[in-house]
């Protein structure tokens, strides 16, 4: 086959996760934090992907359908499951070792047989004071059906026995994790050392308050994790406003399929059988685990020692930027790009309440996908359409996970006077893009666009590296004009002269381009393309990519996650090289580079290469016309390309091998470099 299946290739992705978690040169703490990232993909994958294709299954229409890589969907789900329960084993003999090395540092994960006396007062005034009024034991009997288990929950399931009465009796019991109670609790300890507890533990040493009105002589509790379908569906009929059919959706998430159970593996036998079987589930959904689950908490480990936590590094102003003056008269005189979690997330927000409460603007226009918890963008969307502006927000609802925040984030919008407009369920609103519009009093055009390929969220802009680009460009402006009028009417048919937009124009316009650059490899010029991004796994883009490198094209592809496509694979893609980095921040941003004979054609994207992403969502790619700009963005891709310390080469992707360093080579960092990169772009500035 010559494409990697897009499934299997993710969850090489998320063994690259696993690997900083291994590596030594990662802080301790940060890889105990990779674990829990590791898990958390895990968890999503199961209730998304595997979901779909269990789903697949299901469907006599699909049940024998060929997926990429030659699967069929019961073929894929047993591959899967071998792949998730290996990796579970992986995770396992890895956290063991962290543990290890945690305890040389003085720091110890202890569990209830382990405390002495002042700790175990301790954990009891813990339980009744944070945890015992939050906990509801739910009994299983014989007759009655299994209560609904909300999806993502830690359980216990509890096994209370009598030598008086033959019958066991049993319960399920919800562990309350949340932020007032979290999942780990810091003990009293002694000097030298620090003791931590999960909150799974204080409940074990305390099950004898919880039960304490029934007779029994034994009491055991095992945990279990259970995860359910989050696909979403929206067909509620047509009478139901979208956000009706939201919440209801939401609602129906809760209670989706279940698709994997996982248990301590010391849990009874009949006691698995007892909730398993209400269930409905198949064997190879039930996976024997270890006495912990649900370790996607391990992110929210609390902070012990600074120097073993990642070190921070704290965003840099942009150079062209001058705190407490107008970024409005600095993008009439040139366009701005910058480079996030690099550079201050703080300058679009700023940007955003210069025009908040400038005179001259008169209206905003935003797209608006996933938002910080208490967002700063909202915030200034608010206090612009209190001063009288003309506020639209695009809110796209089907943004998973996130759906019901941003039901919420719509009905305080309204509250604020904020007019709010989302799309339909079957074109997402993924785009990245604000217009400002005012009266050209004091500025050239009195128009500005920002268009960028990360989020509005300045939470993820600390973590996550993305582009924006501010700038006054009348082509620009045009177009933004165009696609949000389209947003506000879907029916509405535009063009524009420089954006590719999803799902019109972009396809045809990148394929074009990759056309371009065979056609002047078979000329003999130079001919190149490179493309940095989170996904490929388009076939017909793929396809093209194939094309061009048996055409002798350069194809450098940087992929963080799903690459279905085969590199450096005789006679199908000898000239292609793919390589994805994983590091303390998360490679987000979308770069595509074409030679275009000398006269280079740069372009930052909302978009993946991906069928969803081309086809079926409203995506924006902006082209980089300025040339101070496109050498920044090509010196920062040389840079991420050149990386031998995080970059590891996709051919083959299940390997995951590092890119070995050159002879006398000691090693490039590349986000280390880049922020190296961008620190020096202000000291030259300054001088």
């Given at each position: 086959?010559?494409?990697?299946?897009r499934d299997?290739?993710?969850l090489?992705?998320n063994?690259r996760?696993?690997?900083e978690?291994?590596?030594?040169r990662?802080?301790?703490?940060q890889?105990l934090?990779?674990l829990?990232i590791y898990?958390?993909n895990?968890?999503?994958?199961?209730q998304?992907?595997?979901?779909?294709?269990?789903?697949?299954?299901r469907?006599?229409?699909t049940?024998?359908v060929?997926l990429?890589?030659g699967?069929?969907?019961?073929d894929?789900?047993r591959v899967?499951?071998?792949?998730?329960?290996?990796?579970?084993k992986?995770?396992?003999g890895?956290?063991?070792?962290i543990l290890?090395?945690m305890?040389a540092?003085?720091?110890y994960?202890?569990?209830?047989?382990m405390?002495?006396?002042?700790?175990?007062?301790?954990?009891?005034?813990?339980?009744?004071?944070v945890v015992?009024r939050?906990l509801?034991p739910l009994?299983?009997?014989?007759?009655a059906?299994l209560?609904f288990?909300?999806?993502?929950?830690?359980?216990?399931?509890v096994c209370?026995?009598s030598d008086k009465?033959?019958k066991k009796?049993?319960?399920?019991?919800?562990?309350p994790v949340?932020?007032?109670?979290?999942?780990?609790?810091?003990?009293?300890?002694q000097a030298?050392r620090?003791d931590?507890?999960?909150l799974?533990?204080i409940?074990?040493?305390c099950?004898d308050d919880i039960?304490?009105?029934f007779?029994?002589?034994r009491v055991?509790a095992y945990?279990f994790?259970?995860l359910r379908d989050?696909?979403?569906?929206?067909?509620?009929?047509l009478?139901?406003?979208?956000?009706?059919k939201m919440?209801?959706?939401l609602?129906?998430r809760?209670?989706?399929?279940p698709?994997?159970?996982v248990?301590?593996m010391?849990?009874?036998?009949?006691?698995v059988q007892?909730i398993?079987?209400?269930?409905?589930l198949?064997?190879?959904a039930?996976?024997?685990g270890r006495?912990y689950?649900?370790?996607r908490h391990?992110m929210?480990f609390?902070v012990i020692?600074?120097?073993l936590?990642?070190?921070?590094t704290?965003?840099l102003?942009h150079?062209?930027?001058?705190?407490?003056?107008s970024?409005?008269?600095k993008?009439?005189?040139?366009?701005i790009l910058?480079s996030f979690?690099y550079?201050?997330?703080?300058h679009?927000?700023?940007f955003l309440?210069?025009a908040?409460?400038?005179p001259?603007?008169?209206?905003i226009h935003?797209?608006?996908?996933?938002?910080?918890s208490?967002?700063?963008?909202?915030?200034a969307l608010?206090?612009a359409a209190?001063n009288?502006?003309?506020?639209?927000?695009?809110?796209?609802l089907l943004?998973?996970?996130?759906?019901?925040?941003?039901v919420g984030v719509?009905?305080t919008?309204?509250e604020?006077?904020?007019t709010v407009?989302?799309?339909?369920?079957?074109l997402?609103?993924?785009s990245?893009l604000?217009?400002v519009?005012s009266t050209?009093k004091t500025?050239k055009?009195g128009n500005y666009?920002?268009?960028?390929?990360g989020?509005f969220?300045?939470?993820?802009?600390k973590?996550?590296?993305?582009?924006?680009?501010l700038?006054?460009?009348p082509s620009f402006?045009s177009d933004?004009r165009?696609?949000?009028?389209?947003l506000g009417?879907?029916?509405r048919?535009f063009?524009?002269?420089?954006?590719?937009?999803s799902?019109?124009?972009?396809r045809?316009s990148i394929k074009?381009?990759i056309d371009?650059?065979?056609k002047?490899a078979k000329?003999g010029r130079?001919?190149y393309i490179?493309?940095?991004?989170n996904n490929i796994?388009?076939?017909?883009?793929?396809k093209?990519?194939?094309q061009?490198g048996?055409?002798g094209?350069?194809v450098?592809l940087?992929?963080r996650?799903?690459?279905i496509?085969k590199?450096q694979?005789p006679?199908l893609?000898e000239?292609i090289k793919?390589?994805?980095i994983?590091?303390?921040?998360?490679?987000?941003?979308?770069?595509m580079f074409?030679?275009?004979?000398?006269e280079?054609?740069?372009?930052i994207?909302?978009?993946?290469?991906?069928?969803?992403?081309?086809?079926?969502?409203?995506?924006?790619?902006?082209?980089?016309?300025d040339?101070?700009l496109q050498k920044?963005?090509?010196d920062f891709?040389?840079?991420?390309?050149s990386?031998t310390?995080?970059?590891?080469?996709?051919a083959?992707?299940t390997?995951n091998?590092?890119?070995?360093?050159?002879?006398?080579?000691?090693?490039?960092r590349?986000?280390?470099?880049?922020?190296?990169?961008?620190a020096?772009r202000i000291a030259?500035?300054?001088?």
């Open positions: 086959m010559n494409y990697y299946n299997l290739s993710w090489s992705f063994n996760v696993l690997q978690a291994e590596d030594s990662v802080p301790l703490i890889r934090r990779f829990g898990s958390s895990n968890d999503e994958f199961i998304v992907r595997l979901a779909h294709t269990m789903q697949l299954d469907d006599a229409k049940k024998k060929l990429p890589g699967y069929t969907p019961r894929l789900i899967i499951h071998q792949d998730v329960s290996a990796g579970q992986k995770l396992t890895i956290y063991q070792r290890a090395e305890a540092e003085g720091i994960i202890i569990d209830e047989t405390l002495d006396d002042e700790q175990k007062q301790f954990c009891r005034n813990y339980f009744i004071d015992s939050r509801l009994f299983l009997h014989k007759t059906q209560p288990l909300p999806d993502s929950g830690i359980y216990f399931a209370l026995e009465a033959p009796r049993f319960a399920i019991l919800q562990t949340n932020s007032s109670c979290p999942r780990f609790v810091k003990l009293p300890s030298g620090q931590i507890i999960f799974d533990d409940i074990r040493l099950l039960f304490f009105m007779k029994y002589e055991h945990m994790k259970l989050a696909n979403l569906s929206l067909e509620l009929g009478r139901k406003s979208i956000v009706e919440e209801k959706g609602e129906e809760m209670r989706g399929r698709v994997r159970f248990h301590d010391k849990m009874p036998e009949d006691l007892a398993v079987s209400r269930l409905k198949k064997p190879e039930i996976e024997p006495r689950h649900m370790m391990l929210s609390p020692r600074p120097d936590e990642v070190e921070s704290p965003p102003p150079p062209d930027i001058v705190p407490c003056s970024i409005i008269r993008i009439d005189r040139q366009d910058t979690p550079q201050s997330f703080g679009v927000i700023d309440r210069e908040a409460i400038s001259t603007v008169e209206s935003i797209t608006l996908y996933r938002l910080a208490d967002s700063k963008i909202v915030t608010i206090s209190r009288g502006k003309r506020v639209i927000a695009y809110v796209e943004a998973r996970f996130d759906e019901e925040r941003n719509i009905e919008l309204q604020a006077g904020v407009i989302h799309g339909s369920p079957e997402k609103i993924h990245k604000i217009l519009q050209p500025s055009t666009v920002y268009v960028g390929t989020n969220n300045e939470d993820t802009a973590l996550y590296s993305d582009f924006g680009l700038t006054a460009n402006v933004a165009a696609i949000f009028a389209f009417n879907m029916h048919r063009t524009c002269k420089s954006f590719l937009v799902p019109f124009t972009m045809k074009k381009m371009n650059e065979i002047n000329k130079p001919a490179w493309i940095k991004c796994t388009d076939e017909k883009m793929a093209a990519l194939y061009a048996k055409s094209v350069d450098k940087i992929v996650s799903a690459c496509i590199p694979v006679e893609s000239s793919a390589i994805s994983i590091d303390k921040y998360l490679e987000h941003a979308r770069l074409f030679c275009n004979g000398g280079e054609l740069i372009y994207s909302s978009a993946d290469l991906m069928m969803r992403n081309l086809d079926r969502r409203v995506e924006v790619a902006a082209p980089v016309y040339s101070e920044e963005l090509k891709f040389e840079i991420q390309w990386d310390a995080k970059a590891r080469s996709l083959p992707s390997k091998n590092y890119i070995p360093k050159q002879a006398g080579d000691t090693g490039v590349a986000q280390q470099a880049l922020y190296d990169y961008y020096k030259k500035g300054s001088q």
